[in-house]
Nanobody, 115 residues
Framework: QVQLVESGGGLVQPGGSLRLSCAAS????????MGWYRQAPGKQREFVAG???????DYADSVKGRFTVSRDSARNTVYLQMGSLKAEDTAVYYC?????????WGQGTQVTVSS
């Protein structure tokens, strides 16, 4: 069983930065996917960024060049460094892991970009 706990959300001004963290408990294999999705009010949940250890990361086009996902496999933690934030980045951000074909989600953390 895997549990994911996000932290680091909050209110930030446009153009600002924020870092989200997701700590996983349980067994996360190095080849498992870990990443981030988000869901804005009235919209479907969408992929943001993610990676498997030792493999290239993937990013949504809307965040390329602004967000960076990184992973500390020793700590079973994945991070999302967000920069040049825009109002349209406002959403609940969810950590995601896929372990042996089973999908796990965190509880979500709110990110609000507003002046």
């Amino acid at each position: 069983q895997v549990q994911l706990v996000e932290s680091g959300g909050g209110l930030v001004q446009p153009g600002g930065s924020l870092r989200l963290s997701c700590a996983a408990s349980g067994t996360i294999f190095s080849g498992s996917f870990m990443g981030w999705y988000r869901q804005a009010p009235g919209k479907q949940r969408e992929f943001v960024a993610g990676r498997r250890s030792g493999i290239n990361t993937d990013y949504a086009d809307s965040v390329k060049g602004r967000f960076t996902v990184s992973r500390d496999s020793a700590r079973n933690t994945v991070y999302l460094q967000m920069g040049s934030l825009k109002a349209e980045d406002t959403a609940v951000y969810y950590c995601n892991a896929v372990v042996l074909g089973k999908v796990y989600w965190g509880q979500g953390t709110q990110v609000t970009v507003s002046s």
